[in-house]
């Protein structure tokens, strides 16, 4: 080793503070989507028993460790995810702090916690708060005034142009590709030419949905949350409850028919006759538009063009191999945020490295 031991220390400190940190993303992931605050209560609990978790049971990566992925109290079984962004925080602050200056490493710590936090929730609530994207395009902005070698600029008002625009960009430029796919896909509504027979029945998590002679399976259709689908039927039967005339109207796990109201996870077959079929086609949130804002502010223009385009290759071919694979549930449910954010860390690490390479393609 020639690096002089205050450099290994630094190291560790890194990793520690990055652990540290995932720690509290955990917290974030778990409470933001819940609107529960990340301070109150300032004690972590467990999810299952409510009992609050004592420090000494709350180290990052050593408790999940030697606790074996249990909570101490009640034996619950804590979620793998809780040590994978502890670690991977950790790692992530760690290869910051080696490989860029200091002010800069020290706002991609910012970036790369925001990054996280917004993958994870996506992962698991299809939507990504405000406060990760708008707060983050904020501190983006904020971050390059002060340290304005992140746009490559040499005043601090320069900086600040870049960032904003940077960030304007990414809004716009993902508006116009999500307006373009509701021209191009929209809400699309079917008549059926006569009345068709269609069927429901649920197996496990997923259900297989019939509609005439087409097959399918229930989570591909839907891709948000929000997303609604709307059968107008001549009579169904839900379960063992009858139905004449009636439009229902379906979210992904639950269900209106008239008055009555269903979890779609309570009820096991759904049969009748339709007439009409309306079915959601938006593939991206509200949600993404500001989180490549806040790429944008923090990364660049060039990050937002790399990330959104770099996105939607990788998440392209993730989509085609799962449907090779023939786990369709999987692909028609992965958010778009994710991929993003892989876009964005590419980028951040390996960003000028692809410009070199591409201008020497280029122009050899
Ligand atoms: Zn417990």
Request: charged share 20%.
């Amino acid at each position: 080793m020639d690096e002089p031991p205050y450099q290994v220390l630094f190291s560790v400190f890194t990793f520690v503070l990055g652990a540290v940190v995932g720690s509290f993303l955990n917290v974030c992931i778990y409470r933001l989507p819940l609107d529960l605050s990340v301070n109150e209560p300032r004690r972590s609990f467990c999810p299952a028993c409510k009992n609050p978790i004592p420090w000494h049971q709350n180290l990052p990566l050593f408790s999940w460790l030697f606790l074996r992925g249990r909570c101490a109290n009640c034996g619950a079984k804590i979620a793998f995810r809780y040590f994978a962004v502890e670690l991977l925080t950790a790692l992530l602050f760690l290869a910051v702090w080696q490989l860029f200056p200091w002010q800069i490493a020290i706002v991609y710590w910012v970036f790369v916690s925001l990054v996280i936090a917004a993958t994870f929730i996506d992962f698991e609530h299809f939507i990504i708060p405000d406060q990760i994207t708008i707060g983050g395009a904020l501190a983006g902005i904020a971050a390059s005034v002060l340290v304005p070698q992140l746009m490559d600029a040499d005043s601090r008002v320069a900086a600040l142009i870049r960032s904003a625009l940077a960030a304007a960009l990414g809004y716009i430029i993902l508006w116009i590709v999500l307006e373009a796919g509701k021209l191009a896909f929209g809400k699309k509504r079917i008549r059926f030419d006569a009345p068709t027979p269609f069927s429901w029945n649920r197996h496990e998590d997923d259900a297989d949905f019939v509609v005439g002679e087409e097959r399918s399976l229930w989570s591909d259709h839907f891709a948000r949350e929000s997303d609604r689908l709307l059968l107008y039927c001549h009579e169904v039967k839900i379960d063992s409850r009858s139905y004449g005339e009636v439009t229902l109207d379906f979210h992904y796990n639950r269900l209106k028919a008239g008055d009555d109201e269903f979890a779609l996870d309570q009820v096991n077959e759904i049969a009748g006759v339709a007439h009409a079929l309306q079915i959601p086609r938006e593939a991206m949130g509200r949600g993404d538009l500001k989180f490549l804002a806040a790429i944008g502010a923090f990364l660049g223009w060039r990050a937002v063009l790399f990330s959104l385009f770099g996105g939607s290759l990788v998440g392209s071919l993730v989509g085609l191999v799962t449907l090779v694979l023939g786990k369709r549930v999987w692909s028609a449910k992965l958010p778009f945020g994710p991929y993003l954010a892989l876009g964005a860390l590419i980028w951040m690490f390996f960003g000028d490295e692809l410009v070199r390479w591409y201008i020497g393609l280029v122009s050899p």
